[in-house]
């Protein structure tokens, strides 16, 4: 899908609303201080249109050249982290991933089978414990 530029009439009012101002917000939470200079800023949508934003009013933010790279930085990352999800949700892989080789585990010793008669029990013992315990006949 074709991405969907702000009209004229939008960026007019949007310019107007911003009074000169960056309308980027700081880490602090305080707009930010820079002034807009002539082909130094940039009209933004605040919901990228790769996420469904509308090119309106309401949606665009005119930001200094500073915060547009720092915003579209944060926008590929959530455009590419939702495409993956979307991928993933489909069924579909990159053929060319191939999954990690690893040693796997180390073999454990062999175990004592169950099964294995008692030798030593029989070997060791000079008599018979159930001859003992018969009557004689």
């Known amino acids: 899908m074709a991405r969907r530029e702000f009209s004229k009439a939008v960026q007019r009012a949007a ?4 009074q000169g101002r960056c309308e980027g917000q700081l880490a602090d939470g305080d707009r930010c201080p820079c002034s807009l ?3 130094k800023f940039a009209y933004d949508h605040i919901v990228p249109d790769a996420l469904g934003g509308e090119p309106i009013l309401s949606n665009c933010q005119v930001l200094c050249m500073l915060c547009h790279a720092k915003k579209t930085r944060a926008d590929v990352a959530r455009i590419s982290k939702a495409n993956r ?11 060319h991933r191939r999954k990690i080789q690893s040693r796997g585990f180390p073999k454990a010793p062999p175990q004592r089978a169950a099964t294995r008669p008692l030798q030593r ?3 060791t013992a000079e008599l018979d414990p159930f001859e003992e315990a018969l009557p004689d006949p």
């Open 15 to 18: 310019f107007h609303r911003a």
């Open 85 to 95: 999800s979307w991928d993933r949700h489909h069924g579909i892989a990159d053929p």
């Open 121 to 123: 029990w029989l070997d």
């Open 37 to 39: 200079t002539p082909a």
